[in-house]
């Protein structure tokens, strides 16, 4: 589980982003945050990975408040997935994948094997694993970007607006995607989104955020549409 405990983050220009946030995020389930543009909701999660610390407050991952685990190891047990994929341009597909595993150690035989059968995973023609970043489309690099956060079978997954540079058909199936991976692999997922739909078809749980970076509300996606 990971819990957020009256956290704060004021950057050094005064803007507060986020505001005495307290939440929990449930262990093996899909929590969505959604809100507005500007509410928060990147922040917060890079909080969570500590690409950014809290100013006040604390987040704990497991009982563990994570400024108290080691960078190195705290970003080991959580996969990162970006808007735009985040590929390394020069690197073909199979080896975008099998860098963590390469970083881990891996044989270059066993690493790129593992990466095989993450492409697999996520949906991947295995037949554009020699292909560079720049010949696959937005949606097929998507997937890329989700296979590599799964690299190294991290427990957590942060996801920032994963599809949303996608268009809305390739997006529905990289959700549908998601839910299939999350039903066989049970992470514990935080999800960023500002699409509502998108929050209430991916979410066990929803916390919606408003501008100024306070919670308005958490809840079920069934309750939140009653709403
Ligand atoms: P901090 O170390 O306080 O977390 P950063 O190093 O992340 O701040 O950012 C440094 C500076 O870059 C900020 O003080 C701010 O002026 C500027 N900046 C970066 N991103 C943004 C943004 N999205 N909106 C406004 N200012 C930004
Ligand atoms: P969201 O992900 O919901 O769009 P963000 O967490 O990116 O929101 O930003 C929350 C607020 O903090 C916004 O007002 C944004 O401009 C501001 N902000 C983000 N990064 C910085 C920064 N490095 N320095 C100053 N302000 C920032």
Known sequence: MITFEDV????????????????????????VFVGPSGCGKTTSLRMIN????????RITLDGQDVREIDPPTLRRGIGYVIQQAGLF???KI???VATVPYLLGWSKRKA????MDLL???GLDPGLAGRYP?????????????????AADPPVLLMDEPFSAVDPIVRASLQDELLRLQSELRKTIVFVTHDIDEAVKLGDTVAVMRV?????????????LTE
């Open 134 to 150: 720049f010949q696959l489309s937005g949606g097929q690099q998507q997937r890329v970007g989700v296979a590599r956060a799964l």
């Open 89 to 91: 341009p020069h690197r």
């Open 50 to 57: 500590r690409m950014i610390d809290a100013t006040s407050g």
């Open 212 to 224: 100024g970076g306070r919670l308005a509300q958490m809840a079920g996606p069934a309750t939140l």
């Open 120 to 122: 697999e995973l996520v």
């Open 94 to 96: 199979v080896d975008n």
């Open 8 to 31: 704060t983050k004021r950057y050094r220009d005064g803007t507060v982003a986020v505001a005495d946030l307290s939440l929990e995020v449930p262990t093996g389930a899909i929590t």
């Open 112 to 115: 790129r094997a593992r990466a």
